[in-house]
């Protein structure tokens, strides 16, 4: 049978969909806002997880398959692939919330620049910066337990 968390296992399925709900929630806080769109890393945060839901998405449906069908995903070729995109996701993702965490802080706190007060509460919230941390613990999770 797989390993705990490898690919095709239940594990590895409720990873995936953590990874998906995650990415979905920071998405969704920051298409809360209005103005998001104006500032680069915020964009760059909407595009990053984009491509983890996809990524999860498609991941949490090859282990549902083979989760159903009996059948084994631990192939050196699948393994790389599932590494090497895990990877790829998570740098792109770790990068886009410290880029946002970043940004919030230097322009809102240090440049003092918020004029609509709404709107910077919206953006300093600290569930979104968590939402954005968190995400990237399940991918690499995975990314270990591939090597077990």
């Known amino acids: 049978m797989n390993c705990c968390g490898g690919p095709g296992s239940v594990l590895g399925l409720v ?6 709900t995650l990415a ?9 806002t ?13 595009a990053s997880m984009g491509l983890q839901i996809i990524w999860s998405f498609l991941l949490f449906l ?5 989760l159903v069908k009996h059948q084994s995903l631990l192939s050196p070729v699948l393994i790389s ?3 090497v995109g895990d990877w790829v996701t998570a740098t792109l993702s770790l990068a886009a919330a410290s880029a946002s965490a970043g940004i919030t802080v230097l322009y809102f706190h240090d440049l003092g620049h918020c004029h609509s007060g709404e709107e910077c509460q919206k953006y300093q919230l600290p569930d979104r910066k968590l939402l954005l941390f968190l995400q ?7 990314i270990r337990l591939k090597f077990i």
């Open 62 to 66: 090859l282990d549902l398959f083979s």
């Open 24 to 32: 979905a929630g920071s998405i969704a806080s920051m298409a809360t």
């Open 81 to 83: 692939l599932f590494v």
């Open 136 to 142: 990237t613990f399940p991918q690499l999770s995975l």
């Open 15 to 20: 990873l995936r969909m953590t990874q998906f």
């Open 34 to 46: 209005s103005r998001f769109f104006n500032l680069t890393a915020f964009c760059y945060l909407i």
